[in-house]
């Protein structure tokens, strides 16, 4: 069974699969899968630019966790979307060192649900999982990931609104 974690950059999904690694899980990184892909940087948002639907169409599915941010664009068996309030989710990119635009773009997509929508569009509500890494450790995260993909906890999304951290006229 091939489980995905996706989410918007920053909001735990390397943390928290470095912890199922931990456990005696396998886990793929996505970026450590999309260098063949790469077709050139997109200078403006900082980012690499890649063959998405390519790299979608022949990676090759796996018994465990792939995590990264394109997880939900793979057929997963189940799909956890890791959510971050956009406040602690810009402290966290700016630790990274991101720049002020691509930190405020991505606190944005979080407040509009824009992993949880794409995902939404592409899986069957029963195979979804919404989860709220804000304030929380690795540990919990997996173990709560764990119950799901063990079939202990339903899914359940749609119960975290982030809309009041729009920045409006920004």
Same mark, same amino acid.
């Given at each position: !069974? !091939?489980?995905?974690?996706? *989410?918007?950059?920053?909001?735990?999904?390397?943390? /928290?699969?470095?912890?199922?690694?931990?456990? *005696?899980?396998?886990?793929?990184?996505?970026?450590?899968?999309?260098?063949?892909?790469?077709?050139? !940087? @997109?200078?403006?948002?900082?980012? #690499?630019?890649?063959?998405?639907e390519?790299?979608?169409?022949?990676?090759?599915p796996?018994?465990?966790?792939?995590?990264?941010?394109?997880?939900?664009?793979?057929?997963?068996?189940? /799909?956890?979307?890791?959510?971050?309030?956009? @406040?602690?989710?810009?402290?966290?990119?700016?630790?990274r060192?991101?720049?002020?635009?691509?930190?405020?773009?991505?606190?944005?997509a979080?407040?509009?649900?824009?992993?949880?929508?794409?995902?939404?569009?592409?899986?069957? $509500?029963? #195979? /979804?999982?919404?989860?709220?890494?804000?304030?929380?450790?690795?540990?919990?995260?997996?173990?709560?990931?764990?119950?799901?993909?063990?079939?202990?906890? $339903?899914a @359940?999304?749609?119960?975290?609104?982030?809309?009041?951290?729009?920045?409006?006229?920004s």
């Amino acid at each position: !069974m !091939m489980c995905g974690i996706t *989410g918007t950059p920053g909001t735990g999904k390397s943390r /928290i699969g470095n912890e199922l690694a931990r456990r *005696g899980l396998t886990v793929i990184h996505l970026t450590d899968t999309v260098g063949p892909y790469v077709t050139g !940087m @997109d200078e403006e948002r900082d980012t #690499r630019i890649f063959d998405v639907e390519r790299w979608a169409e022949e990676f090759v599915p796996v018994d465990g966790f792939v995590e990264g941010h394109f997880a939900h664009l793979l057929p997963c068996d189940r /799909i956890i979307v890791l959510r971050c309030r956009p @406040d602690v989710l810009k402290s966290r990119l700016a630790l990274r060192k991101y720049r002020e635009k691509k930190i405020r773009e991505n606190a944005e997509a979080e407040a509009l649900d824009s992993c949880l929508i794409e995902t939404f569009e592409r899986y069957d $509500p029963s #195979r /979804i999982l919404e989860l709220d890494t804000t304030g929380r450790d690795a540990a919990f995260c997996a173990d709560q990931i764990g119950r799901f993909v063990k079939g202990e906890t $339903p899914a @359940d999304f749609g119960h975290i609104d982030w809309s009041s951290f729009l920045e409006i006229g920004s």
